[in-house]
């Protein structure tokens, strides 16, 4: 089984099926939106 986790926080984002054992990294909901919203609020 296969694992993403969000490289800024640590946070289990989702799994998915893998042969074997794979920890991928990418951005959680929260990590991904803070960077995007930079103006205004
Ligand atoms: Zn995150």
């Known amino acids: ?3 993403i986790v ?3 926080c640590g946070a ?3 799994h ?3 042969e074997k054992v794979t ?3 990418g951005k ?3 990590c991904d939106c803070d ?3 930079e103006e205004g609020e």
Do not use: H, N, S, W
């Open 12 to 14: 289990t984002i989702a």
């Open 16 to 18: 998915f099926e893998d």
């Open 35 to 37: 960077e995007a919203e």
């Open 6 to 8: 969000c490289q800024t």
């Open 1 to 3: 089984m296969g694992t």
């Open 23 to 25: 920890t991928l990294y």
């Open 28 to 30: 959680c909901c929260g």
